[in-house]
């Protein structure tokens, strides 16, 4: 069955720290995709990365970047130079190629970061 | 502008007392899907409809009901609530059910449930 975990249920650094976020997934599944949403105080969804299971590479998105590794199933998100604004819950999610509606979400990191 | 609406955004009702909670996207998508999400749990599916007329069950569908009739509506009915179904629920949508997809799938506002 497919699973994700994310084992740090709140984090709390300073700003300008570094932060990263872990992911574990479980699928059985060699086509597969992965996900990160950032959830502000506000309350929306707000979609920050897609991987898919056959691309390794790493990504940077300005202060984003995002460690992909099959060997560990992990997918793991690093915040540089955390700020303020950074400060919601990230969630983690996994999909399936077909039916590759469904997200299946970790529990979420509740991230803080102070002034 | 390209969006997925839900209403009401935040609702307290009792026990017992049916209930809809509607969701409208404008961009002709095919594929639409209700979660919940509680904490602690993340969220999680409760139903699915991949066409109009065509609806499925996801991880949680007990107490809930759906329907399709048209393309941009997929309205998510709780017949007789109780209070484990108090949730924060969002309605999404995406162009197709194919996880390529995914990366254009669309997450409506929320509606915050209160059931007593």
């Known amino acids: 069955a497919q699973k994700v975990t994310q084992a740090q249920t709140e984090i709390s650094v300073v700003e300008k720290e570094d932060v990263t976020l872990d992911c574990v997934y479980e699928?059985?599944?060699?086509?597969?995709?992965l996900f990160w949403y950032k959830q502000p105080p506000s309350g929306e969804l707000v979609f920050l990365i897609r991987?898919?299971?056959?691309?390794?590479q790493n990504e940077i998105s300005g202060r984003y970047s995002w460690n992909f590794q099959k060997s560990t199933s992990s997918f793991n998100f690093t915040i540089t130079a955390s700020q303020v604004v950074d400060s919601a819950v990230y969630f983690c999610?996994?999909?399936?190629?077909?039916?590759?509606?469904?997200?299946?979400f970790g529990q979420g990191t509740e991230l803080s970061v102070k002034p | 502008e390209a969006q997925v609406t839900q209403n009401p955004r935040y609702l307290i009702t009792v026990t017992g007392k049916k209930l809809t909670v509607t969701c409208s996207q404008n961009?002709?998508?095919?594929?639409m899907s209700w979660y919940r999400q509680d904490p602690g749990l993340g969220l999680r599916q409760i139903y699915y409809?991949?066409?109009?007329?065509?609806?499925d069950k996801g991880d949680v569908p007990e107490g809930y009901k759906v329907s399709r009739k048209e393309k941009r509506n997929f309205p998510l009915i709780l017949e007789s609530p109780s209070p484990n179904q108090t949730s924060l629920y969002f309605c999404?949508?995406?162009?197709?059910?194919?996880?390529?997809?995914?990366?254009?799938?669309?997450f409506g506002p929320g509606t915050r449930l209160l059931v007593l």
């Open positions: 999404a949508s995406s162009p197709s059910g194919l996880a390529e997809a995914q990366e254009t799938q669309y």
């Open positions: 699928t059985r599944d060699t086509t597969y995709y």
């Open positions: 991987r898919n299971s056959f691309d390794e």
């Open positions: 999610a996994l999909s399936e190629a077909y039916p590759g509606g469904k997200l299946i």
């Open positions: 961009m002709n998508h095919e594929y």
């Open positions: 409809s991949m066409n109009v007329e065509v609806t």
